[in-house]
């Protein structure tokens, strides 16, 4: 098993199934030149911030680098390519609204590859949320 699967095994054992909701939409760099669509994910105590935080402390002990910059929970809905137009969409940038929640279940990490055709995604490897409710 490599350092960085048992670190995410360990994290995962930490942390029981979160409650999330999709709570904002948003684009970067900003709404009215969005290259990348996003929507915002918030959780019931701040979890996915405490299990990142977890995830990273265990990383550091292992000496494995990992960007330290806040972790921004959200999930990428488009994207435009650098040779696109602009998706000409008024994203209400910053404005809250409940889109919805389910329980995240797995921690999970993806490799994204870089291709002519865009990014593609492959899953490395997942854990279960196992730990004890509070």
Known sequence: MSLVESALRESAREFPPIRARVAQIGGFPSA????VV???????GDAIRLLAQS?????Q?????FDPKPISPHITLARVSRNGR???????EGSKTDFGSWTLGIIRLT????GREGSEYESLFEFPLTGAES
């Open 86 to 92: 602009s998706l000409g969409l008024r994203l209400p």
């Open 32 to 35: 009215l030149r969005a290259r």
């Open 38 to 44: 996003w929507a915002g994910v918030d959780a019931e």
């Open 111 to 114: 490799q994204s590859l870089q």
């Open 55 to 59: 995830l990273r402390i265990r990383l």
């Open 61 to 65: 002990e292992r000496e494995i680098a």
